[in-house]
C-alpha cells in the first residue's frame, strides 16, 4: 500500500504563487508516476499534472500549462506542485495520487490519494 500526504495549500491573492508537496510512504517500489489533480465545489475532479517516478517525465493539462510546474525528489519521495500565476478559477482542493500504469489523464488509473489540500485564490 502507498500512503500520500499532500500540503501547502491556503489562501492567497490572483497573481500569487503556491508551492504543494506531496509526501509518499509504504511501497513506494509500486508508483508508475504521481499525479496532481483539483476537485472545485460541485465539480469533478480534474487533473492537472503527472510525473513519472523513475525517469521524470512530466505531463500537463491545457489550463495549466505555462503556469505550474510538476517535479519530484526520489531521495525525499516528495513531488511538488509550482502553481505561479494563479487564478480565482484554481480554487479548489488538490490531491495527489499514484498510478501504477494506464493513461496519466484518468483518475480511474490512479490507486492511491492523499486527503487534499485547499487551495483559495482571491480576486
Known amino acids: 500500500q502507498v500512503h500520500l500526504a499532500e500540503s501547502g495549500g491556503g489562501l492567497v491573492q490572483a497573481g500569487d504563487s503556491l508551492r504543494l508537496s506531496c509526501v509518499a510512504s509504504g511501497r513506494t517500489s509500486d508508483i508508475y508516476a504521481v499525479g496532481w489533480f483539483r476537485q472545485a465545489p460541485e465539480k469533478e475532479r480534474d487533473f492537472l499534472a503527472v510525473i513519472t517516478w523513475i525517469n521524470g517525465r512530466d505531463y500537463y493539462a491545457d489550463s495549466v500549462k505555462g503556469r505550474f510546474l510538476i517535479s519530484r525528489d526520489n531521495a525525499k519521495n516528495t513531488v511538488y506542485l509550482q502553481m505561479n500565476s494563479l487564478e480565482p478559477e484554481d480554487t479548489g482542493v488538490y490531491y495527489c495520487?499514484?498510478?501504477?500504469?494506464?493513461?496519466?489523464?484518468?483518475?480511474?488509473?490512479?490507486?492511491?490519494w492523499g486527503q487534499g489540500t485547499q487551495v483559495t485564490v482571491s480576486s
Open positions: 495520487a499514484s498510478n501504477r500504469g494506464g493513461s496519466y489523464f484518468s483518475t480511474a488509473s490512479y490507486e492511491y
